[in-house]
């Protein structure tokens, strides 16, 4: 089951998703898609719903700016292209968002907290688009002022809705989309992650050296640093090889802006612990994080790393 907070990495290109959330949102080839008109989606923007959901949910996370650029490829399925110009009317279904709340809460059985409209006021909506006569797809294109989001507990959700098609039928599965989208915070980015990690087979004796070790420097490894509140966010550890890590999920990181000071926890957080008498800091100058954290009872792993901002994520 997917996590909504959890999405690989964002791209502002939609393309070519199934028309069907049963098929495990894989992209089915267009002459095995039925002749509709739907949103889309690529293997890289897969939703954070669960297969099977009603409604695909998609997050995305913006710098801060009053009008961000975000678009939305509008497909026509099926063995051919569009036969004459099909005008695509654009909406939004307000009645999705809470309809995707109960859906979660009945099949999951998970509680989503904060799930709230965009207010129209930070975004401005094309009311149709038209996909060309012989072709296959249109992009419209969102302005989004994520400078206007200040409360990072709610989730902004802006629920996009194909309400007419011109000579075309709307798909039942993706004519309605939930879009996600939110602001990075300061921390936010690609991080080279260099120190060592440390993985003992017995206690804190017979230290795995297959897996632990010194990171490589050339090329270092990289890590997402991902927006989850004002002042966390989550991030990815590997072990030096870039295998991953089982055993601690939902590695989080809490700066106080006071102090830049960091907490490193995880899910459950009993997983995990700070190493004691270590100093966990952000230099907001070079944009670094040095941590040291520790986990595990019978074998014992220790990181000692650092994360040196890399690029926008």
């Not at 393309?15 to 098929?23: A, I, P, Q, V, Y």
């Not at 019978?298 to 000692?304: E, F, L, Q, S």
Request: charged share 15%; with cysteine; net charge neutral.
């Amino acid at each position: 089951m997917k996590k909504y907070l959890n999405i690989i990495t964002l791209a502002l290109s939609i393309t070519g998703l199934s028309s069907c959330l049963k098929d495990d949102k894989a992209n089915l080839t267009p002459d095995n898609s039925p002749a509709v008109v739907e949103f889309s989606s690529s293997n890289v923007e897969l939703p954070a719903s669960s297969t099977g959901s009603n409604y695909a949910l998609f997050v995305r996370t913006f710098e801060r700016g009053p009008e961000m650029d975000v678009p939305f490829d509008v497909n026509y399925t099926g063995g051919a292209a569009a036969p004459q110009d099909i005008k695509v009317t654009i909406g939004v279904k307000a009645a999705a968002i809470q309809e995707y709340v109960a859906e979660r809460l009945s099949k999951d059985h998970i509680t989503l907290t904060g799930f709230t409209e965009l207010p129209s006021n930070l975004y401005t909506l094309p009311t149709d688009v038209v996909i060309k006569k012989g072709e296959r797809k249109t992009t419209i294109h969102v302005k989004f002022n994520s400078a206007g989001i200040n409360n990072f507990s709610l989730k902004y959700i802006l629920p996009l809705s194909i309400t007419a098609a011109d000579g075309a039928t709307v798909s039942g599965n993706f004519g309605t989309i939930l879009a996600q989208l939110g602001v990075k915070n300061a921390y936010d980015g690609i991080y080279d992650l260099t120190g060592t990690i440390t993985r003992y087979n017995n206690g804190t004796t017979n230290p795995d050296n297959s897996l632990g070790g010194t990171y490589p420097t050339n090329p270092p490894l990289t890590s997402a640093v991902t927006t989850i509140g004002a002042t966390q966010n989550t991030f990815q550890l590997f072990w030096r090889d870039g295998s991953g890590i089982a055993g601690i999920d939902g590695l989080n990181l809490a700066v106080d802006p006071a102090t830049n000071l960091v907490t490193v926890t995880t899910n459950p957080a009993t997983v995990l612990a700070n190493t004691p008498g270590e100093v966990n800091k952000y230099d907001p100058a070079t944009k670094t994080f040095k941590l040291h954290f520790t986990w595990g009872a019978t074998n014992k792993r220790i990181a000692n790393i650092t994360l040196k901002y890399n690029r926008v994520r």
